[in-house]
């Protein structure tokens, strides 16, 4: 059983430019979070989704981010314009119907920018 | 929102030793808890879980313990090994309780000494 996946490890993008980040949840699972981590600091929760429902967004900034989980498909974290303090690793996370609070990390995409 | 802090950010310990991680939290409604590890470019995992009904909880040289009274839990690693080497993090459920994203602390980098 395959974990949670995301791609790209790594993104290198220039200001101005668009940062797509995907996110495959472990298979069975409907939940998907995604959380920031600037260095040196703990995850910062940005978003909560369900397939096709973003369920709180509280923690995203409200311009420039959105993030999407589709029936099908991975769900996608996009930063338009993106700023150099944009630069961090994202992380996307899943849970099963069940077993909701208990979350499942990927590896993170690290984004740098120039 | 909820808030999380740890009381130390490197703690270095021999090889052998037990180790005690703290945290502190602030919402007195949060009934779930979670200890994270992560490792150098890698997403936290999962390490053990507590809930608000209980005071301790065991699992393989892991110990999480709750005191409810002081917001406060912690979490015992019995004889270190060098794989233990990581940054640890509490976190709780972002608004309390049920299906959320997840408040980190900021962490505890755990140093493995020879």
């Known amino acids: 059983n395959a974990g949670v996946m995301q791609n790209p490890r790594h993104l290198v993008r220039r200001r101005g430019q668009e940062a797509r980040l995907r996110c495959s949840p472990m298979k069975g699972h409907s939940h998907v979070y995604w959380y920031r981590q600037l260095p040196e600091e703990g995850l910062k929760f940005m978003v909560y989704?369900?397939?096709?429902?973003?369920?709180?967004e509280s923690g995203m900034p409200k311009e420039r981010f959105s993030a999407e989980f589709p029936k099908e498909g991975p769900s996608i974290l996009r930063i338009q314009q993106v700023v150099r303090g944009d630069s961090a690793a994202y992380f996307c996370?899943?849970?099963?119907?069940?077993?909701?609070?208990?979350?499942?990390f990927g590896p993170g995409t690290r984004l740098t920018v120039l | 929102g909820e808030s999380v802090g740890l009381h130390l950010p490197t703690l270095s310990v021999q090889e052998g030793d037990n180790s005690i991680i703290n945290c502190a939290y602030s919402?007195?409604?949060?009934?779930?808890f979670i200890w994270y590890k992560q490792e150098s470019g890698k997403g936290p995992q999962f390490i053990i879980d507590?809930?608000?009904?209980?005071d301790k909880r065991q699992g393989q040289r892991v110990t999480v313990l709750l005191n409810k009274t002081v917001k406060h839990l912690s979490l015992q690693i019995a004889a270190t090994q060098p794989g233990d080497s990581a940054v640890y993090f509490c976190?709780?459920?972002?608004?309390?309780?049920?299906?959320?994203?997840?408040?980190f602390g900021k962490g505890t980098h755990l140093i493995i000494q020879p």
């Open positions: 919402n007195s409604a949060s009934d779930y």
């Open positions: 976190a709780v459920p972002y608004s309390g309780g049920g299906a959320d994203g997840l408040t």
């Open positions: 996370a899943s849970s099963p119907d069940d077993r909701l609070n208990e979350q499942f």
């Open positions: 507590i809930r608000s009904n209980m």
């Open positions: 989704l369900q397939k096709e429902n973003i369920i709180d």
